[in-house]
């Protein structure tokens, strides 16, 4: 099976002052995103497309390492747009994420809506794999709203924070490029074994 990787990016650097979007990775997410990026599978990738965030480009950037692999930056697979409110504390954050997966057709306090990020995550994923050669593994690398997003729709179930990927992020789940099925759930990048 030629595979399909949608990869979160690992823990981050808070900075409250910052864009979120700019946010970087901390060092505990470099040495996690360094550690997977020596794993077998990580040879077999042929293409890595990457958020415009500065945290997504890092991870893609470790991932990608010297070989001769290609990063494609696509704007439209940032996260879920939550610039209405800027920087939530965790407490609150956590709380306004359960209202954003519970509640898909409306906003959070000026939020993006969860069916408009599905809508526009898949059609970009779409988009991509459209034209990519079918036999060339590649990885997607993002952001947990919008990855949780798209495994909801790749698994035809309802938007659902049940399907979210564990704390910390750099995150992983793998799905066939022939047929577009989950062939494993969330799983830490730097454990996973491939395919």
Not at 19 to 30: A, F, K, N, Y
Not at 121 to 147: E, K, Q
Request: aromatic share 8%.
């Amino acid at each position: 099976m030629t595979f399909g990787l949608y990869i979160t990016h690992p823990q981050v650097r808070i900075e409250p002052d910052v864009p979120v979007p700019r946010w970087g990775l901390s060092d505990i997410g470099r040495q996690r995103t360094e550690t997977a990026a020596r794993l077998p599978w990580v040879q077999k990738l042929g293409r890595i497309i990457s958020s415009d965030e500065t945290k997504a480009i890092e991870t893609a950037e470790i991932l990608a390492g010297s070989d001769d692999v290609s990063i494609m930056l696509a704007p439209d697979t940032h996260e879920n747009d939550r610039s209405a409110t800027g920087f939530l504390a965790p407490p609150e954050f956590e709380a306004a994420a359960d209202w954003f997966f519970a509640n898909p057709t409306e906003s959070f306090k000026g939020w993006e809506r969860a069916a408009d990020a599905q809508a526009r995550i898949v059609a970009a994923v779409d988009r991509i794999l459209s034209d990519h050669n079918p036999d060339m593994p590649i990885a997607f690398v993002g952001h947990g709203g919008v990855g949780t997003l798209l495994k909801c729709h790749l698994r035809q179930i309802p938007i659902s924070r049940s399907q979210d990927q564990p704390g910390g992020g750099g995150n992983l789940f793998c799905f066939s490029l022939a047929d577009r099925t989950i062939s494993c759930d969330w799983t830490p990048m730097e454990t996973w074994q491939g395919e």
